[in-house]
């Protein structure tokens, strides 16, 4: 436990001062007072054309951001000998990897806080915004992205040999998963039998988290009905009395997979010198 808290602390020091942050730190807030603006008179409650303007948009930003400072912290250990330094120590790689998690989530988390919060502070002067109950469904929505991104993002930079690696599968990931995942999943359900495709429609976004975070949220704002009815038994569990717990499961399989793979990534190459 103290070798993941040196870990954690020293990720969050060299976080905090990456210029990187702070550009996106910059980023968000404007992103999030735009946002804001777009809807200067009115509250608005529930799923709506502003909403989901905001779902999208937040869906195109976090994950790119999450992918680029993840992968970047990881292959900056190998590029600078940090990783050489301290696998001489006797620090075990899984308190490595859950240090860099933790410490790598404050940073990121600490970047949606303050975009929220400003956005927050705006509202509650102006009067004008999102309802509580939708601005926590957003918050929840963006912390969502960014941790199960952050895992992905570990196992981009445990793969990855220097930061221009990191970055060329970083874009593809976030090309794939976010900009061309609706005409890759009707590409490829388009030519499977009738019976197949909910099974497998049911797989596919299961393997991509952006996916599974944004359904949630959809049908919890009321908008399921604009899933199709492929999605009718996805709008049933969800809005179910144990639709978050179910939720909140299959996120914390995904962190514990993906962790699970980074750290045999980093224990082998450790174990190979």
Avoid: H
């Avoid at 608005?44 to 948009?57: A, D």
């Avoid at 976090?62 to 990783?83: V, Y």
């Amino acid at each position: 436990m103290a070798d993941l808290l040196q870990v954690a602390k020293r990720e969050i020091r060299i976080g905090f001062r990456n210029p990187w942050a702070y550009s996106f730190l910059a980023l968000f807030s404007i992103f999030s007072l735009s946002l804001l603006l777009i809807n200067s008179r009115n509250i608005v409650e529930g799923y709506t054309g502003v909403t989901g303007s905001m779902l999208s948009l937040t869906l195109y930003l976090l994950p790119l951001m999450t992918l680029f400072l993840g992968s970047f912290s990881l292959t900056a250990e190998k590029e600078e000998g940090s990783w050489q330094l301290l696998s001489t120590y006797p620090i075990g790689t899984m308190s490595f990897v859950a240090g860099k998690y933790a410490g790598l989530s404050l940073v990121l988390v600490t970047i949606v806080a303050f975009g929220y919060g400003l956005m927050g502070v705006v509202s509650a002067f102006t009067g004008t915004g999102f309802a509580l109950s939708t601005y926590l469904l957003f918050a929840a929505f963006s912390v969502g992205l960014v941790l199960l991104f952050l895992a992905i993002a570990m196992i981009v930079g445990s793969l990855s040999r220097n930061r221009w690696q990191a970055l060329t599968i970083s874009v593809a990931l976030w090309f794939f998963l976010i900009i061309g995942w609706s005409t890759i999943l009707i590409a490829a359900l388009g030519g499977l039998p009738y019976l197949w495709i909910k099974p497998v429609l049911v797989v596919m976004t299961f393997l991509n988290p952006a996916e599974l975070v944004r359904l949630f949220v959809v049908i919890k704002l009321g908008g399921g009905s604009v899933l199709g009815p492929e999605y009718y038994e996805w709008v049933g569990w969800v809005s179910g009395s144990g639709g978050t717990l179910i939720f909140l499961g299959v996120c914390i399989a995904w962190l514990a997979v993906s962790a699970a793979l980074v750290y045999w990534i980093w224990e082998r190459g450790r174990s190979n010198g």
